[in-house]
């Protein structure tokens, strides 16, 4: 069996990686999470686009939804080509990501925006650090899905703008930011622990590289920093 | 001037017509208050997709959203190249389009269905009707725009099955295609009566021939006999 250190792998190697079912149920369960995620991040934009007051933004947002939404089937062709059933890939993480957006559901406009912002980033990061692990087509494909649909520079826009015109939402929002922060954690250890193929992923295993505690610390770190980077962008404390 | 019957229309007319102002203003209207029902329509094809319990269901929701959304963006091109605003072109639209959803928001998931099928369909009808006053470009752009997402044969699909599972279902689903067609009847009369561009389309002009009160009457009859069409298409009485 090959290394599956993110060093060597090739399109080559995606053939005799897929034949480890360990690894295979791991490529899914990542793969199955991403794809409910962007529906998800699809139905959360759309809403925003509701709150919006201005029509330019409500476009601006609907299209943002839009693009996000096209990610999900290349996601889904890759489950099905990896021999698993799309929706039955999705169903574990659905409970987890429609806790998470009911536990942070958006009390106006800005909140949406900063969540939008601050919790498709967390999610990316998060994916593609355990995307290290698979294959470099799958990796390839999940890092092609989550690049980001525009809104970055749009959110950015609008937040600061905000906070120049009130001082007092940057308090307000700095806090939001630390709750989905804690809410999006919560969840993701919940995911982890029930999931055991991701943990195995993350473990490794006995020709495969895992994650030790120093490694996972540092990966934590790295999100963490992050975070910190995005709520800076926005002009918002972490 | 040339005369802009359904007939004569070319798109070698189109550059004629538009040097009339009148002509140009009814234009920007109608493509105006289509774009902004296209997000209207997105937008609630995007809260369906949340009302979903099934997984495949909300996929094929979102689906049918994106694919709609997809039109708007022609239109505005449309509205631009017509020397307008698309923002301010959609404007007038919103408020009525935003007191129909509010007046016919669904209280469950086949509520929501009914009313995409009957809603789209019908405000379908209408704009393909006044289209046919327009020049065959835009006509032909709005036709596309139109064009069903693949969201009837799903509808069809899903509303007969509840209906063969619980008749009861079946009667009160009627009673709601009918509140829905009086909300949409209302609020197309209120727009009528408040864009004096698409009443003077309709009228007609000196060298344009319009609707007289027999020709208005003969398209209203249309409109209802295609929604009870559609009405029975779902298995349900109008």
Do not use: C
Request: net charge negative; no cysteine.
């Amino acid at each position: 069996m090959t290394e599956l250190s993110p060093q060597v792998q090739g399109p080559e190697h995606d053939s005799v990686a897929f034949e480890d079912p360990a690894y295979r149920a791991a490529a899914v369960d990542l793969l199955g999470a991403i794809t409910y995620g962007e529906i998800s991040a699809f139905e959360r934009l759309a809403d925003d686009a509701k709150l919006a007051v201005e029509l330019p933004d409500k476009l601006a947002l609907a299209k943002m939804a839009t693009i996000q939404f096209g990610h999900v089937e290349p996601l889904l062709e890759r489950i099905a080509a990896l021999g698993a059933d799309p929706i039955e890939a999705m169903a574990p993480f659905v409970k987890p990501f429609d806790v998470f957006h009911a536990a942070t559901a958006p009390s106006d406009w800005l909140e949406g925006l900063v969540k939008a912002y601050v919790g498709d980033g967390l999610a990316a990061d998060f994916y593609v650090e355990i995307a290290a692990y698979l294959d470099a087509g799958t990796r390839q494909l999940i890092v092609d899905s989550l690049a980001d649909a525009g809104h970055a520079d749009f959110v950015v826009d609008r937040v600061r703008r905000a906070i120049e015109n009130d001082h007092r939402v940057g308090g307000r929002l700095a806090l939001w930011g630390r709750r989905l922060m804690g809410e999006a954690l919560s969840q993701a250890q919940r995911v982890a622990a029930e999931r055991d193929s991701l943990a195995a992923l993350l473990a490794g295993g006995v020709d495969m590289p895992g994650m030790d505690l120093a490694a996972l610390s540092r990966m934590f770190g790295r999100l963490t920093e992050n975070h910190a980077a995005r709520m800076a962008e926005l002009g918002l404390a972490s």
